[in-house]
């Protein structure tokens, strides 16, 4: 990575008298092992690195990145965003929200370095959970597992004073089974991140965790049954509660969704301006709290500062069940009179950066888990899902569970096959009347944005219970 | 031999000397341009330009790969992925890369896509949305425009060079909060372009999706827009790769040869010149074909590259991915009848405009749900007759592919957002789909 290169361009585009300009600026190394029933399918290695640069100007927005570091490709770059942010001719021309700029390096630290472990020793670990599952005695005809490594330099400098400096290395790995029991297929997922060392490798205890999954769905097979729709409680694991905070607290908060510019793609939110709810309006129970926080260390969607310069802080999406701060960038933020928080974020050099989650959870409660099933007289309990959606307002989602069992009288009874609540946003996070205390944060990739835009994240929370709640 | 040619050739040489057994290097220079807009203005426009080489190496059946895009040390990164093979692990299952020499056509990509202004063709997409609507409409959506320049080079001596050209619009309209249609238009060539009928589509849909009430749940015979099918045909393109039948991440395991849709259904993937896939060769350099995957509801052939169609004993059919094999342009055969005589069989049912957000539960079994979107319309005798709102499609994709009872004769290219494999597709009318919703 060029950081002279960089600085050229910003004063490049500069001296053209934009409004507004900024250079991102990435190297990347990356790595990905695919493991598929034992055998190494392929090991992938590669360096990328290249810049862009985003120009405003006369209410405007211009894009241009390339991955040629020479000063003939740079005034290129410049000139074609320059060009396209002229001429878009809008009637409502794009302001930014000013924010501070900061001159800061960070980098994350490695306990045990991803460049040290060598590529034996990475292929041994992944044939390791191979090799669990394959002495377990259950029928796993497909077993893939996978491990993406990602080391990422950065430089963001913009017209403004930011110069930002990061490092950040990042592991994500996957194990997905067939298990096939009498004849009958069951598959089970599971999803690994951090930002940090190939410590992290070691504390995920992936073999035993996918051995867990294993069971659970040949015990599904044998002993499941199929549950008696009706009204009930249903108590969510972390996961669950976690899938339910993304896709139902954070989407819909993301302020471009809200004023429409991903109206065509991933679509608008059921908040907007002169709607029913907005800023203040009750979308769930007062013990219901849902926070995007990007600065949780070593975690998945972990960053300081986002992708225009600005200080990530932690955002309390749903504030005691009230709507209460959206997820902003300069642009987003402009328009609706407030200040930028940080939720900028691109996936690499050559893609725009958009507002994003970082890592969204349920913030815990008092209670303990004992206490959140000792007075359900009938319901599920859905430690994990499988098939999940939601609609392009976000209001009308569906959770399937993969791990759930019924609850008569406090206890947990035969295993429940793929209970399903299909509800709404509202009835969702009004029916909360009990949070656990144990927070419990699980990895992810968010998609957004058109090219797409697969970014890292957390998602997460406490159990939560739902009071007679339809479960099908 | 062009320059870009030479140097990726001198990668292939290069791994060779180093005692590879098999390489494949393929260079792409692309440049792509995309405006995004909504609710009706240029919100950016973005280019980005790639110089990238991909280079896939076996050595004693150890599988490595890389993506070269700094050519200055463009022989060391050879040398140090070379390395990488010798201390991975063998694949035994590995079966090599195509031999031989193939003769290709000559590309039919359109440079002119390169220089084209997007504002004009997207105000004429707003223009006609509005028209057709007979109203005011808050319009988003993207137009790209993409140009590759492909140079591959194999070791087992496919020498290939291609250039490969797309201009893609889509457009979603919103005629209220609640209501909206979804038009796209894609085309290898500016010719075939034609954003005013991508408008005039979502416009259309948008005008009749005005005032939507609550779907209910049930079972309903249902006509599906070609934009509907095309996210489908891309769920069943990634089902027929050979790799995701191998993971059991499909309904095609051990159905070879048996009825797996309705004798109406034949699936191709066809990578022709009309087509935003169109491409001369795959990614071993064997010249592209068309493959037929379920003719008349049998299943008839996976999607090979030479290793995979090895161990099912057959050939390779030309899908070669850098590893794992993909289709390229899924086509359904038009059917024999109007999108207008498929609703005029429907005496109560659905007509879905199109969907997203499609999970399965279980890809072996092929439970599935998604969330249709844009125009929902409650059918009766034959007619339109009510915008609906918040239902799901929750069903099995076996079945959806069995219970298809018609399709029309007038087909659409697809591809945008959500349907990223690009597809030709009729309307399709499907009998007895599960639609639940939100309680």
Known sequence: ?472 | MSEALDRTEVLVKKAKSLGADEVIAKTTFGRYRQTRFSNNEVDITVAWNDYVTDVALAWKKRVVATQIRNFEDAEQRIEQLFNLAKVSKENPLYGGIASGKFSYGKPSADKEVVNVEHFDYIQAAIQAAEEEAKGRVEAGGTLLTSYEDVYLVSSEGPVGQDARSAVELSIRAFSEREASGHGVSCSPTLKGFDPSAAGRKAGEIAGLARGPRGGEEGVYDIVFDPLFVGSMLGMYAMMSSAFYVMIRMSIFVDKLGEQVASDLVTLRDVPAGYSVAHRLFDDEGVPTKENVIIDHGVLKTLLHNTSTARLFGGQTTANAGLVVPTAWNMEMDAGNTSKDNLLGEVKRGLYLTNTWYTRFQNYATGDFSTIPRDGIFLVENGEIKQSLKDIRLSDNALNLLKNVVGGSKERQHISWWEARLPSLSPYVLIKDVHITKPK
């Not at chain 1, 990328?48 to 985003?54: E, L, Y």
């Not at chain 1, 994990?384 to 993969?402: A, C, K, L, M, P």
Request: proline share 4%; net charge negative; hydrophobic share 35%.
């Open chain 1, 1 to 472: 990575m060029n950081k002279d290169v960089a600085e050229y361009a910003l004063e490049y585009a500069r001296g053209k008298g934009v409004d507004y300009a900024e250079v991102r600026a990435h190297r990347e190394y990356q790595e990905a092992i695919v493991l598929k029933n034992g055998i190494v399918e392929a090991y992938i290695q590669s360096v990328d690195s290249g810049f862009c640069t985003r120009i405003l100007a006369d209410g405007g927005l211009g894009f241009a990145s390339t991955n040629k570091w020479t000063e003939d490709e740079t005034r290129d770059v410049v000139d074609i965003a320059y060009k396209f942010a002229r001429s878009a001719n809008r009637r409502n021309k794009i302001v930014f929200a000013k924010e501070e700029g900061a001159e800061v390096k960070y980098s994350v630290e490695q306990k045990v370095k991803i460049e040290d472990v060598d590529p034996e020793s990475k292929i041994a670990q992944l044939s390791e959970v191979d090799k669990t599952l394959t002495s377990l005695g259950i029928n796993i005809p497909a077993r893939v597992i996978q491990c993406i490594i990602t080391s990422t330099e950065k430089y963001v400098a913009n017209t403004e004073g930011a110069r930002i400096t990061s490092f950040i290395p990042k592991i994500f790995a996957t194990a997905m089974i067939t298990v096939v029991e009498q004849g009958h297929p069951e598959q089970a997922a599971r999803q690994f991140g951090c930002s940090g060392g190939w410590e992290f490798f070691d504390q995920w205890n992936i073999p035993e965790e996918i051995s867990h999954e294993a069971k659970v769905l040949k015990r599904l097979v044998g002993e499941g049954k199929p549950l008696t729709p009706g009204k009930m409680d249903l108590i969510c694991g972390p996961e669950v509660a976690g899938i339910a905070a993304h896709e139902s607290c954070g989407h819909p908060m993301e302020a471009d969704r809200i004023l429409g510019r991903e109206m065509s793609q991933a679509g608008r939110s059921f908040i907007y301006p002169g709607g029913p709810f907005w800023i203040g309006t009750r979308i769930g129970s007062p013990i219901v709290t849902t926070i995007d926080d990007p600065r949780i260390k070593n975690s998945y969607g972990y960053y300081e500062y986002d992708d225009e310069g600005v200080k990530a802080r932690p955002r309390h999406l749903y504030k005691n069940g009230i709507i209460n701060e959206f997820l902003q960038n300069r642009e987003t933020a402009a328009k609706l009179g407030t200040r930028s928080n940080g939720s900028s974020r691109s996936v690499n050099y050559d893609r725009e950066a958009i507002v994003r989650m970082a890592n969204t959870y349920v913030q815990p409660g008092d209670m303990s888990e004992e206490e959140l099933f000792e007075d359900v007289k009938h319901g599920v309990y859905m430690r994990s899902f499988t098939e999940w959606n939601i609609d392009d307002r976000r209001f009308n989602q569906r959770y399937v569970g993969r791990e759930a069992y019924l609850v008569e009288d406090g206890e947990l009874k035969h295993p429940v096959v793929r209970p399903t609540i299909e509800t709404s946003t509202l009835n969702f996070w009004s029916s909360v009347d009990g949070v656990s205390r144990e927070l419990v944060l699980n990895a992810g990739t968010c998609g957004k944005g058109d090219p797409s835009q697969g970014i890292p994240t957390f998602m997460g929370g406490p159990m939560i219970r739902l009071r007679g709640v339809y479960i099908k």
